[in-house]
Structures are given as C-alpha cells and as structure tokens.
C-alpha cells in the first residue's frame, strides 16, 4: 500500500524512463495530474472505496447540501442523538412520496422515514451559490435536537489535502500495489501514448478495463446483489 | 497540486497535454478552449440529465399564462411545477380545449402545467403554462433539468459543475476537440481515442444520474428513478384495503 502520486509516478517513469521530469517529454506536474484522473477512474469502475458524510439535521429543513467526493449513494442512515444510527432511511422519487401524501415537503415528525435526492451525487456547487446536489429528506422534524444524518457511498477521496465535512478526513489517497499497477498505470500510459500510438494506447485502455474488473471481482463478488463484472 | 475541481485546472491540464500554456496560446487560445468546453457540458446536460434546479417563485393573481425558466447554457426540460408545496400535474392544450374553449380565461388554484403551444424556447429558457390562471397568490416551485453555467477562462477558480469524479472527463473531450480541428496539429485517430474516453465518462455520468437511487441498478439498464416506480404497493394504505 502506498501513496497514489508517488507510487504510480514512480511506476510510470519505470515503464516509461527518460520520458518523464524535469525538460523531458512529459513534466511530473503534468503526469500527477493525469495520476488524479486515473485515481477519480479507478474508484468509479471498482466502486470499492466507501466513506460516510455526517449531516447535522436543522428545525424544519428538509434540503441538505451533499459532499463533493461522492460517486454514489449506498445507504442514509438516522441518530435522533447524533451517534446512534439505529434508523434506516428507504429511497425514493419526488413521484413516489407524491403517491403517498401530496403535501411532503410541509409535513413534520420525530424521525425521517424517506430521502430523495437533488441532482445526481457529488455535483460540485460552482462556487455562485448554486448548489445542485442535495438530500430532501421526509418528513423533516419540527424540532432537530442534535440529530444527525450518517450518508454512505462510493466516495473519490481528496489527493493531497483533507476533506473537512467527511466522518473520518480522508487522508491523501492510497492503493495497494498491484491495484496501481493494473488500474492506474495503464490508465496514464494509455493518455500519453493516445497522440502518438492510439493503437498503443487502446491497448493501454483495455488494460485499465480489466484491471478494474479484476478488482471489482475481488473485492465484491462475494455479495451476490452486487454484480461483479462492469455491465453485468 | 490541482483538484480537477476548477474550470483553471481543466485549462492547465489540457494546455499541458498540448505543449502549450495559456500565456503563449501558440496551439490553441482560450477563447477556444472555452467555446469547446461550454459545447461539451451541454452534450453531457442533454444526454446524462445530471443536474436539477429548483427555481421557487411568488406567483401572483392572474399570472400563469407563459412562464420561464432559464439557467446557464440552458434549461433540458421541466421535471416537477408545485403549487403551494403540491405537485401539479402536466396536461396538453388538446386536452384543455377538449374541457372547455374558453380554458384561457378560467381562474382560481393552477392544478396542471402545459408546455406545448407555448412560444419557441430560447436556448436558455423553457416556458409552460399554468391551468387555471392564478386567481390568488400562490407559492411556485419548478424542478427542472439544467446544464451547467457558462464555463469562462477569465473566472477561472470557478468549480465546474459536474461530480469531481467526473471532472476529468472534461480534459479528454477538449482534447478531442482540440486534435479534430483544422490546424497543424490535426489528429483524427487521437481525437477519437480522447472521444471515446469522454463517451466513457458520459455514459457512466447518465447512469449515475438515471439510477441515483439505487446503488445495485449503477451497472444495469437501470429505470429512472427520477420518476414514479409503478410499484403499486406504494398506493396501499398502511391500514390495508378497506372492504367495502
């Protein structure tokens, strides 16, 4: 296990030497950033990196604004004294929570039961106030005490800096060995080969594919609801 | 170390992937790199569906006969209108004509939404109408399907408005752009391979957003659930069918 920049960096320069550095073909500053875009790719295939965003419920709001860092949406679950999650909440559309009362948004209890979402996880607001990714939440609560949401999902964790709203800061991003050496690497070579040698870099890509999928079946194939392989 | 976060990271890394940069702009300018960008985030708003918008509004008396909403490089289409914290439900004009000729000038609480024979939408802003015309003051809420702001090199700490992980997406399909147009630096098969990678990441941004709901549905056909289940367990009440 070792950091994602640097393990995948060193591996690439490996693979690729006297092409990578200072006044070479491809800076380090460069190959890094396609190392994040490799990472953000490598997560999204394998859909095994999990992590939690806790979400303090306020008196009478239903809307909450969700993290940046999610792919996906597993699980909300509820703690009417912000650390006991013994309640879990069903998803559902606008549509549906229609079919079960036409007036939702203006209904109150002691403990939400539904959540719907508002654009799709991990939509970045764009810095204007224009926050499109959001949980609603039914019923909200009159009075929210020191109740908390716990949302769990797929998540891309921060490279490099931490990420201050998240249950536990994801430190800089790591990986097993072998994970960076069939997903990641492949990845960035197949972006610096695609100018000059698309074939190669084709190549490159279906390397990257099934190093994802290799990952994914180890790590997920022993739950029978999630299907193992990419498209299955 | 950029975050693939802002519309400044995407230009660093694609002027970095060219051998150029933005002071130079020997290969590309950022007018450029900008009309590209924009032209791509309305491709992935109008094939993926990402993103919502609530748009809340005062709806007063006599009111309801064109409204607007517009947003960014454009508004795809309306998913949800609200009165009063209700949903109300979309109808034709054919329908309306089919009640009563004089539809146009009933009023009281609006109960359905009409978009066809309404005005063109302009690019940036669709139009409905609302049934009967507002005969008090109501609360309006419209849900709809947007694309992104417009992305601009000259603000460029602006976040662009997609999930990060999907961000670099961005890169690969300036770099497709970039490698298609008519310069020296033409490149078809190049352009292709960049395309087929932003393809990739529309895709998977279209089922992340059509099955947000449902973790299980991400690598299926998934349904959208956006919209109703059809699960008409949904409609029993708790008590169970009354008999009569």
Same mark, same amino acid.
């Given at each position: 296990?070792?950091?994602?920049?640097?393990?995948?960096?060193?591996?690439?320069?490996?693979?690729?030497?006297?092409?990578?550095?200072?006044?070479?073909?491809?800076?380090?500053?460069?190959?890094?950033?396609?190392?994040?875009?490799?990472?953000?790719?490598?997560?999204?295939?394998?859909?095994?990196?999990?992590?939690?965003?806790?979400?303090?419920?306020?008196?009478?709001?239903?809307?909450?604004?969700?993290?940046?860092?999610?792919?996906?949406?597993?699980?909300?679950?509820?703690?009417?004294?912000?650390?006991?999650?013994?309640?879990?909440?069903?998803?559902?559309?606008?549509?549906?929570?229609?079919?079960?009362?036409?007036?939702?948004?203006?209904?109150?209890?002691?403990?939400?039961?539904?959540?719907?979402?508002?654009?799709?996880?991990?939509?970045?607001?764009?810095?204007?106030?224009?926050?499109?990714?959001?949980?609603?939440?039914?019923?909200?609560?009159?009075?929210?005490?020191?109740?908390?949401?716990?949302?769990?999902?797929?998540?891309?964790?921060?490279?490099?800096?931490?990420?201050?709203?998240?249950?536990?800061?994801?430190?800089?991003?790591?990986?097993?060995?072998?994970?960076?050496?069939?997903?990641?690497?492949?990845?960035?070579?197949?972006?610096?080969?695609?100018?000059?040698?698309?074939?190669?870099?084709?190549?490159?890509?279906?390397?990257?594919?099934?190093?994802?999928?290799?990952?994914?079946?180890?790590?997920?194939?022993?739950?029978?609801?999630?299907?193992?392989?990419?498209?299955? | 170390?950029?975050?693939?976060?802002?519309?400044?990271?995407?230009?660093?890394?694609?002027?970095?992937?060219?051998? #150029?940069?933005?002071?130079?702009?020997?290969?590309?300018?950022?007018?450029?790199?900008?009309?590209?960008?924009?032209?791509?985030?309305?491709?992935?708003?109008?094939?993926?569906?990402?993103?919502?918008?609530?748009?809340?509004?005062?709806?007063?008396?006599?009111?309801?006969?064109?409204?607007?909403?517009?947003?960014?490089?454009?508004?795809?289409?309306?998913?949800?209108?609200?009165?009063?914290?209700?949903?109300?439900?979309?109808?034709?004009?054919?329908?309306?004509?089919?009640?009563?000729?004089?539809?146009?000038?009933?009023?009281?609480?609006?109960?359905?939404?009409?978009?066809?024979?309404?005005?063109?939408?302009?690019?940036?802003?669709?139009?409905?109408?609302?049934?009967?015309?507002?005969?008090?003051?109501?609360?309006?809420?419209?849900?709809?399907?947007?694309?992104?702001?417009?992305?601009?090199?000259?603000?460029?700490?602006?976040?662009?408005?997609?999930?990060?992980?999907?961000?670099? +997406?961005?890169?690969? +399909?300036?770099?497709?752009?970039?490698?298609?147009?008519?310069? *020296?630096?033409?490149?078809?098969?190049?352009?292709?391979?960049?395309?087929?990678?932003?393809?990739?990441?529309?895709? *998977?941004?279209?089922?992340?957003?059509?099955?947000?709901?449902?973790?299980?549905?991400?690598? +299926?056909?998934? *349904?959208?659930?956006?919209?109703?289940?059809?699960?008409?367990?949904?409609?029993?009440? #708790?008590? +169970?069918?009354?008999?009569?």
């Amino acid at each position: 296990m070792s950091d994602v920049v640097t393990g995948v960096l060193a591996k690439v320069k490996a693979d690729m030497p006297d092409l990578i550095g200072t006044n070479l073909r491809w800076s380090d500053a460069l190959v890094t950033e396609l190392i994040i875009a490799a990472d953000r790719a490598t997560r999204d295939k394998c859909e095994v990196h999990f992590a939690a965003q806790t979400i303090t419920l306020a008196d009478d709001t239903i809307t909450y604004d969700l993290s940046q860092n999610f792919i996906s949406i597993e699980k909300v679950e509820f703690a009417l004294d912000g650390a006991n999650y013994d309640w879990s909440l069903k998803s559902m559309s606008m549509s549906d929570l229609d079919s079960i009362s036409r007036s939702w948004r203006t209904q109150r209890s002691a403990r939400p039961d539904v959540y719907t979402l508002l654009s799709t996880p991990g939509v970045q607001d764009n810095g204007d106030g224009v926050v499109p990714s959001q949980i609603i939440i039914y019923p909200a609560m009159t009075t929210a005490g020191s109740a908390t949401l716990l949302v769990t999902g797929v998540m891309v964790p921060a490279v490099g800096a931490y990420v201050a709203d998240l249950v536990t800061p994801l430190p800089a991003a790591v990986m097993p060995e072998d994970v960076q050496a069939k997903c990641h690497v492949p990845f960035v070579k197949a972006i610096l080969y695609a100018v000059e040698s698309p074939t190669r870099a084709a190549e490159e890509w279906q390397n990257f594919l099934k190093g994802c999928e290799a990952e994914r079946n180890r790590f997920r194939s022993q739950f029978t609801e999630f299907p193992a392989r990419m498209g299955g | 170390m950029a975050e693939f976060s802002t519309y400044g990271d995407i230009v660093t890394t694609v002027y970095g992937m060219i051998r #150029d940069t933005a002071t130079s702009r020997r290969l590309a300018s950022t007018d450029q790199i900008d009309i590209w960008a924009n032209s791509l985030m309305s491709e992935l708003a109008e094939h993926a569906g990402y993103m919502d918008l609530t748009v809340e509004t005062t709806l007063t008396s006599g009111l309801g006969a064109d409204i607007s909403v517009a947003a960014g490089l454009g508004v795809m289409g309306i998913t949800r209108v609200e009165i009063d914290d209700e949903a109300i439900e979309p109808i034709s004009t054919r329908q309306l004509y089919a009640n009563s000729r004089s539809w146009q000038e009933q009023t009281g609480e609006p109960r359905y939404y009409y978009m066809d024979s309404m005005r063109a939408s302009t690019s940036d802003s669709v139009h409905f109408g609302l049934w009967p015309l507002a005969g008090a003051s109501y609360d309006l809420r419209v849900v709809v399907n947007r694309a992104s702001d417009e992305l601009d090199y000259a603000s460029p700490a602006d976040k662009v408005m997609l999930p990060l992980w999907a961000t670099p +997406g961005l890169v690969w +399909g300036i770099l497709s752009k970039f490698y298609e147009s008519e310069s *020296r630096m033409q490149n078809l098969k190049a352009a292709k391979f960049y395309r087929m990678l932003f393809e990739d990441m529309m895709t *998977r941004l279209r089922v992340r957003s059509y099955s947000r709901l449902n973790l299980q549905k991400a690598y +299926g056909q998934g *349904r959208d659930t956006r919209f109703p289940s059809g699960d008409f367990r949904l409609l029993i009440p #708790d008590a +169970g069918i009354p008999i009569p």
